[in-house]
């Protein structure tokens, strides 16, 4: 009987348990878990609508929805299992979904009925699941796996017919396996169970790292001028700049916190954002508060109005277009005063208010940190991974899938594409000993 382990229990890891049970009924398949519940990140997905897919995670377009070291080695991935794969994958467990777009959620609107079907499947095919066991080693003999880990024991003390819980205890317990999988999740939100413990596993095999940083995270902006309008929303595009290069953007819904900036126009350029942080280089975000203007005709808009509404303040006149708490911030960056009469401001002061709404730039001083952030950009080196596997290049019968991996997506269900895809394929392969075709 082939033996099947799986370490960490998170979207990617029950994905590959179902897939390696599905595949060889025979096999003995269990999960590792730290944390007290398997897919318990799931719960947080998507705003806790759980966004599963996306129909452009196909592997048709993966440079615009993917990042990573070998962004070639993502295509392959979703090639083999992309959109229609996952939306499959679910309808066998009775999932109905929806789309919003080119997002699709289950109908529900529900997390929590994701993980239940997922969880029901798991115990449909026998799966044993070990929760709050944390793998303190792996090793290998070359011919099985030895997986020595800490598991939560929770004792029972008998007092007649009646009995109660008392202290639970770590103890280890040693597993072994013919084949692993090793989908541990990297270093985001570590109050889900994503510790890092998976990239140590993965360097004791050899396997070598990409910088690992936080990604689809707030930023923190150094010396804030938005501080005092915390709270607001606005329609913005976003620029990274790393020692004064632009390097990606987006637009969008950005939310000004007191402390810096959020929102998906944000998140999508973080990585970026984080990487030049971690390579010890200027970073700034480049605020086009007018986005659905040119400067000109952003210019033109404020010129008319001042045409027609002699009386008003700048103040007044910004207040027709922008959220009331970001215009005194604005005419602040601008130099001129909230009560300064629009009639009495020269064509030249409007301008320099207009290239200040259309350039605001923040310097960054960092970003919120792996606890804020949803996934992490970098991980296990992909050249070292078969992407027709998952299987390592290093070690036979030793899988990675998920984020362990040198691959993130942007916002939009990419991340869970990936995670359904490598741990559906990782799985399939340990099952069947082969590759996957």
Not at 37 to 55: E, F, H, S, V
Not at 89 to 96: I, N
Not at 188 to 212: L, N, Q
Not at 391 to 408: C, N
């Amino acid at each position: 009987m082939t033996r099947i382990g799986i370490i960490g229990g998170g979207a990617a890891g029950i994905a590959a348990a179902i897939t390696a049970a599905r595949n060889d009924r025979e096999a003995y398949v269990f999960i590792l878990e730290q944390k007290e519940k398997a897919g318990k990140k799931l719960l947080a997905t998507g705003n806790g609508r759980c966004n599963l897919t996306n129909r452009q995670a196909d592997g048709s377009d993966v440079e615009s929805c993917y990042h990573g070291g070998n962004i070639r080695f993502a295509g392959e991935v979703l090639k083999q299992f992309g959109y229609a794969d996952t939306r499959s994958f679910f309808a066998s467990m009775g999932l109905v979904m929806k789309e919003r777009g080119d997002y699709v959620y289950p109908r529900s609107d529900q997390a929590s009925t994701v993980l239940d079907l997922l969880d029901l499947e798991l115990k449909r095919l026998g799966v044993e699941v070990f929760c709050q066991a944390r793998v303190q080693s792996v090793l290998w003999d070359r011919s099985d796996f030895c997986l020595e880990a800490k598991v939560c024991k929770q004792g029972c003390e008998k007092k007649g017919r009646q009995s109660r819980q008392i202290e639970s205890r770590e103890l280890s317990q040693i597993f072994k396996a013919d084949r692993i999988i090793l989908a541990c999740g990297g270093k985001a939100a570590p109050a889900f169970g994503s510790d890092g413990s998976g990239y140590e596993i993965a360097k004791s095999f050899g396997h070598r790292m990409t910088p690992v940083v936080p990604a689809l995270v707030q930023l923190k902006v150094k010396e804030h001028p938005f501080a005092k309008a915390s709270g607001v929303r606005t329609d913005a595009k976003v620029t990274a700049l790393i020692d004064g290069v632009p390097v990606a953007e987006d637009t969008g819904e950005v939310q000004i916190t007191a402390y810096g900036i959020s929102g998906i126009p944000v998140f999508q350029i973080s990585r970026h954002i984080a990487l030049g942080l971690y390579r010890k280089k200027r970073a700034e975000v480049l605020l086009d508060l007018l986005p659905e203007y040119t400067a000109e005709e952003a210019d033109e808009l404020l010129i008319r109005m001042a045409g027609r509404h002699t009386g008003i303040t700048m103040g007044e006149c910004l207040a027709g277009i922008f959220n009331q708490k970001l215009v005194p911030c604005i005419l602040t960056l601008a130099g001129v005063r909230m009560q300064a009469r629009i009639s009495e401001t020269d064509r030249r002061r409007i301008q320099g208010i207009v290239r200040q709404c259309k350039s605001v730039c923040l310097r960054i001083q960092d970003t919120n940190g792996f606890e804020n952030a949803q996934v992490c950009a970098g991980g296990v080196r992909t050249d070292e991974i078969d992407p027709r596997t998952m299987e390592s290049k290093r070690v036979k019968g030793l899988y990675l899938a998920g984020e362990l991996l040198d691959v993130d997506g942007i916002c939009g269900g990419y991340n869970l594409q990936w995670a359904w895809a490598t741990g559906s394929i990782a799985g399939r392969a340990a099952a069947k000993g082969r590759k996957v075709s």
